[in-house]
């Protein structure tokens, strides 16, 4: 069974910076895409931006320019550094990855990290 788990969120001033970390634990597995997704209360659950094993990387329109995704492969770690956030970035920030198991190939999803953006 594979998990994910994030860290990194909290409050933050507008203009201001925040980074997260999610790492996926478990055995037999291989990640093909990792990422990360954001809720706000009353929304849908939206993109923010994911990066594939073989580099690719795609962003949310609202998110481009702001933040960066990354990871570190032999970790099964991904981050999301935030920059300039805004108050509309407040929202439970979601850790996602599609993993290849020895079976089959599933989507995980972590608990969730609270980003509050806020003077």
């Known amino acids: 069974q594979v998990q994910l788990e994030e860290s990194g969120g909290g409050l933050v001033q507008p203009g201001g910076s925040l980074r997260l970390s999610c790492v996926a634990s478990?055995?037999?597995?291989?990640?093909?895409?990792m990422g990360w997704y954001r809720q706000a209360p009353g929304k849908e659950r939206e993109l923010v931006a994911t990066?594939?094993?073989?580099?690719?990387?795609n962003y949310g329109d609202s998110v481009k320019g702001r933040f960066t995704i990354s990871g570190d492969n032999a970790k099964n770690m991904v981050y999301l550094q935030m920059n300039s956030l805004k108050p509309e970035d407040t929202a439970v920030y979601y850790c996602?990855?599609?993993?290849?198991?020895?079976?089959?190939?599933?989507?995980?999803w972590g608990q969730g990290t609270q980003v509050t953006v806020s003077s």
């Open positions: 996602y990855a599609r993993i290849r198991g020895m079976f089959r190939t599933a989507d995980y």
């Open positions: 478990g055995s037999g597995f291989s990640i093909r895409t």
């Open positions: 990066s594939t094993s073989g580099g690719s990387t």
